[in-house]
T-cell receptor, first 114, second 115 residues
Framework: GAVVSQHPSRVICKSGTSVKIECRSL??????MFWYRQFPKKSLMLMAT?????????EQGVEKDKFLINHASLTLSTLTVTSAHPEDSSFYIC??????????FGPGTRLTVL | AQKVTQAQTEISVVEKEDVTLDCVYE???????LFWYKQPPSGELVFLIR??????QNEISGRYSWNFQKSTSSFNFTITASQVVDSAVYFC????????????FGKGTKLTVNP
């Protein structure tokens, strides 16, 4: 069964609003989680590394103030897209590494900004 | 810097054909891990295999097999007797760590298996 969940799976919002996406590790703790973004028919690009108890590490070119990441607990990381615009429409996927195992991906969140 | 190249953008085969998906990687690390993921139309990434840089043994799992060759920096994936359900986008990925480090993905290969 799934070991990483994401919520919501799909969201449609108006331009200018903020959207929060949750990523949860279901049966293990993750001090680190990753947020990826995937445009249609494109590959996954890492946006940021979410660190429990400290600030997230953003990849070059990713706006920190635009994509707020909070690693609230050892099983939960949230990505908030602030003041969303149509160009933010994308598929967002989180992943969490399980100790001595591999990275598991959430089912993804499809964001559409009108 | 790490890089993964999947030169085949799209492949189309007829059911029961064998198909090989190519993956070439670049890294300066001596320890690294390679992955293959399957992404069906639903979007969820399905883990297929992980291989570390010290293990060059080929692996077979049912109709799937993987050929890892450090000499050519390749980690190719073969599906034998393909089925329609194999239709998906397949990603090859590379990471420095065991699994706790970020993944660098190739651009993916879209496989279409026609009945």
């Amino acid at each position: 069964g799934a070991v990483v969940s994401q919520h919501p799976s799909r969201v449609i919002c108006k331009s200018g609003t903020s959207v929060k996406i949750e990523c949860r590790s279901l049966d293990f703790q993750a001090t680190t989680m990753f947020w990826y973004r995937q445009f249609p028919k494109k590959s996954l690009m890492l946006m940021a590394t979410s660190n429990e108890g400290s600030k997230a590490t953003y990849e070059q070119g990713v706006e920190k103030d635009k994509f707020l990441i909070n690693h609230a607990s050892l099983t939960l990381s949230t990505l908030t897209v602030t003041s969303a615009h149509p160009e933010d429409s994308s598929f967002y996927i989180c992943s969490a590494p399980r100790l001595q195992d591999t990275q598991y991906f959430g089912p993804g969140t499809r964001l559409t900004v009108l | 810097a790490q890089k993964v190249t999947q030169a085949q953008t799209e492949i189309s085969v007829v059911e029961k054909e064998d198909v090989t998906l190519d993956c070439v990687y670049e890294t300066r690390d001596t320890t690294y891990y390679l992955f293959w993921y399957k992404q069906p139309p639903s979007g969820e990434l399905v883990f297929l295999i992980r291989r570390n840089s010290f293990d060059e043994q080929n692996e077979i799992s049912g109709r799937y097999s993987w050929n890892f060759q450090k000499s050519t920096s390749s980690f190719n994936f073969t599906i034998t007797a393909s089925q329609v359900v194999d239709s998906a986008v397949y990603f090859c990925a590379l990471t420095r760590g065991y699994g706790s480090e970020k993944l660098v993905f190739g651009k993916g290969t879209k496989l279409t298996v026609n009945p």
